[in-house]
């Protein structure tokens, strides 16, 4: 059994907030450049799995680490259809 959950791929993809930039000015962006989004490191952060909002949660930072505490499950695996019913 964990072989086979080992061999399931899941893309995470954490979203804290949102910025519409032209390609123009996006072109211009360089290394370290910081682009201002109309959310602050406070609020909650967007989980998705494989395109699908799973979860809300909160930056933490401990140290030079950042990571995500889940606050709220959105969907379950089984709604993801990732475990059989």
């Not at 390609?23 to 799995?49: C, F, M, T």
Request: no cysteine; charged share 20%; proline share 2%.
């Amino acid at each position: 059994m964990s072989q086979a959950i080992e061999d399931v791929e899941v893309e995470i993809t954490v979203v804290l907030g949102q910025n519409l930039m032209p390609v123009k000015q996006l072109l211009k962006l360089g290394r370290g450049a910081v682009i201002e989004l109309q959310e602050n490191v406070d609020s909650p952060v967007k989980i998705y799995a494989n395109g699908e909002l799973i979860a809300q949660g909160e930056i933490m930072v401990t140290g030079e680490n950042i990571g995500i505490t889940l606050l709220e499950g959105v969907k379950s695996f089984r709604e993801l259809g990732f475990l059989s019913k």
